[in-house]
T-cell receptor, first 110, second 113 residues
Framework: LAKTTQPISMDSYEGQEVNITCSHN???????ITWYQQFPSQGPRFIIQ???TKVTNEVASLFIPADRKSSTLSLPRVSLSDTAVYYC???????????FGKGTMLLVSP | NAGVTQTPKFRVLKTGQSMTLLCAQD?????MYWYRQDPGMGLRLIHY???????AKGEVPDGYNVSRLKKQNFLLGLESAAPSQTSVYFC????????????FGPGTRLTVT
């Protein structure tokens, strides 16, 4: 079972790029890396998923080095509305590998 | 599309009372889930279902029961509510064999006094 480690909290200012790194040293060959975002008083929202190299969508980018032992979620030019908890999950899509930890609380200030 | 909806949004129960939380999804997803989230903690899976008529236990199933009579609905029941069940409950759904690509509802805030 691949365990993930991510910072408990991060602070940023509007307009900055934010990078949240997640370590998953024992990731398995079949595992994907998935990130969720949770705003206060809302359910988590799936934002991005990747297997290797780089994935980009309209919300974020996900960078995964060749050894796949870590991944970095990149949020370009954050705004106040990006204040949320970000969860990193690693698994092969099966129930036994899906665990939402405490995530990273990102606070964006003016 | 409404996505995943939950009813009710808020509820206050007295210890020992029972209630049912309803989750509905219009994405034709096979898989559905019930989680609870307590302050300062991540989500914990209560029960899940991989198809109509099937359910399975998650990480914290005690004190809860579920039913999936229709593909689009997943019900969570509390037969005898306890203060320890005060929490925010989230329902989610996903395509088959994609536990890691879940779509969540807005949550139900339950207080048991």
């Amino acid at each position: 079972l691949a365990k993930t480690t991510q910072p408990i909290s991060m602070d940023s200012y509007e307009g900055q790029e934010v990078n949240i790194t997640c370590s998953h040293n024992n990731i398995a060959t079949n595992d994907y890396i998935t990130w969720y975002q949770q705003f206060p008083s809302q359910g988590p929202r799936f934002i991005i998923q990747g297997y290797k190299t780089k994935v980009t969508n309209e919300v974020a980018s996900l960078f995964i080095p060749a050894d796949r032992k870590s991944s970095t979620l990149s949020l370009p030019r954050v705004s106040l509305s990006d204040t949320a908890v970000y969860y990193c999950l690693v698994g092969d899509g099966g129930y036994s590998t899906l665990t939402f930890g405490k995530g990273t609380m990102l606070l964006v200030s003016p | 599309n409404a996505g995943v909806t939950q009813t009710p949004k808020f509820r206050v129960l007295k210890t020992g009372q029972s209630m049912t939380l309803l989750c509905a999804q219009d994405m034709n997803h096979e898989y559905m889930y019930w989680y609870r989230q307590d302050p300062g903690m991540g989500l914990r899976l209560i029960h899940y279902s991989v198809g109509e008529g099937t359910t399975a236990k998650g990480e914290v199933p005690d004190g809860y029961n579920v039913s999936r009579l229709k593909k689009q609905n997943f019900l969570l029941g509390l037969e005898s509510a306890a203060p320890s069940q005060t929490s925010v409950y989230f329902c989610a759904s996903s395509p088959p064999r994609a536990f890691d690509e879940q779509y969540f509802g807005p949550g139900t805030r339950l207080t048991v006094t």
